[in-house]
C-alpha cells in the first residue's frame, strides 16, 4: 500500500483528538510528526493535549512539537466555552509521560520539508493557520515539497460560528489564513458546509462507547462533552465533528463533494473578519484556488471513524 506521509497541525480541541487516533490507526498515512498551535485553548495545553492522545493511541513514539502561541498579528481567540478548560474537557485524563520535542513546531516543519522529496508531504491543518504560514513565510521553498493542504476551516453556506461571518480556525488568525490560501499550493478546505453535515448523533456516539475499549469510551465521553454545546445553539441531533474529516478525507476522498472554486479570506473589515468568501457559483473571475468541499457520505463518514478506531486499544 501507498503510504501518504503527513504532517497534522492541530490545536486540541476533542474534534482534534478523534482526528489524530484516526490519523494514527490508519496504515495508509505516515504521520511525519504532529505540530500544536495556539487556538481551541492555548499552546501550553495543545501541545500536552496532543501527547495525551498519542499516548492513548499507543503511539507514544510519536513525535510532537509546540509551535506558535499567538496569531501572526492579533491577540488570540480561544475556544474554551466548546472544549472546556483543559481543550479535552469530558473524561478524566492523566498527564502525558511521552515528551515534547525540543525544536519549535515552525523549524521542524521548514527542516523536514527542506529535507524531503518534490511534493511528498501533505500538511494537514485542523486549527488557527499560524504555524502553516509561518512557516511559509520565512521559507517559501518548501511549497517544492508540499503534495496539497487539506485542512478543516472555513464556511460559505453555513456562514460563521465564531461570527456571524466567519469559522474559528480562520477568524482567529485570518492573515495566516490569506497567505495559505494565496500560496500557491494544492489546497483542499473542509469547511463547516460539510462538517456540520457530520453530526454525532446517538447511535454514532453509541457505536464509539460499544467499542469496549478506552480509545472508545474517551472518544465518546470527548463528544458527549464537546456536543453539548452545539446542540444547544444549533438545536442539531449532534454536534459536528470538524476535524476528522481532513483524515477521512486522505484515506476515502469519495466520501466527499465539493467545488474547485475561488476563496478569499477578509482581513480588513472587522465586520466580516476571517470570512472565506467563497465564489461558489462562478460569479468573478477570479482563479480557483481551493478545492472547496460541501457535502459527505456522513454514514460511511462515520463507519471509517469506528473501523478504525476500534483497531486502537
Ligand atoms: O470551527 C471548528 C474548528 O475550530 C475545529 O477545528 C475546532 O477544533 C476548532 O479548532
Ligand atoms: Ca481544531
Known sequence: MATRNIIIDTDPG?????????????????????????????????????????????????????????????????????????????????????????????????????????????????GPLTNIATALTRAPDIKDAIQEIVLMGGAYFEVGNITPAAEFNIYVDPEAA?????????????????????????????????????VGDMTAAWTDFFERFDKEKYGSAGAPLHDPTVIAYLIKPDLFTGRHINVEIETQSELTLGMTV??????????????????????????LLAERLATLG
Open 278 to 303: 467563497a465564489d461558489w457559483w462562478g460569479v468573478t473571475d477570479r482563479t480557483p484556488n481551493c478545492m472547496f468541499m460541501g457535502d459527505l457520505d456522513a454514514d460511511g463518514f462515520f463507519a
Open 178 to 214: 490569506k497567505i495559505v490560501f494565496e500560496a500557491g499550493v494544492s489546497l483542499t478546505a473542509m469547511p463547516l458546509d460539510v462538517t456540520h453535515k457530520a453530526l454525532t448523533t446517538q447511535s454514532r456516539v453509541d457505536a464509539f462507547r460499544n467499542m469496549g475499549t478506552k
Open 14 to 126: 476533542q474534534d482534534d483528538a478523534v482526528a489524530i487516533l484516526l490519523a494514527l490507526a490508519s496504515p495508509e498515512l505516515n504521520v511525519l510528526g504532529i505540530t500544536a498551535v495556539a487556538g481551541n485553548v492555548p499552546l501550553s495545553l495543545t501541545q500536552k493535549n496532543a501527547r495525551i492522545v498519542c499516548e492513548l493511541a499507543g503511539f507514544p513514539e510519536t513525535k510532537v512539537f509546540a509551535g506558535c502561541e499567538a496569531p501572526m498579528s492579533r491577540t488570540l481567540v480561544t475556544a474554551e466555552h466548546v472544549h472546556g478548560k483543559t481543550g479535552l474537557d469530558g473524561p478524566q485524563l492523566d498527564a502525558p509521560t511521552m515528551p515534547l520535542q525540543d525544536q519549535h513546531a515552525v523549524d521542524w516543519i521548514i527542516e523536514t520539508c527542506r529535507a524531503a522529496p518534490a511534493q511528498s508531504i501533505t500538511l494537514c491543518p485542523l
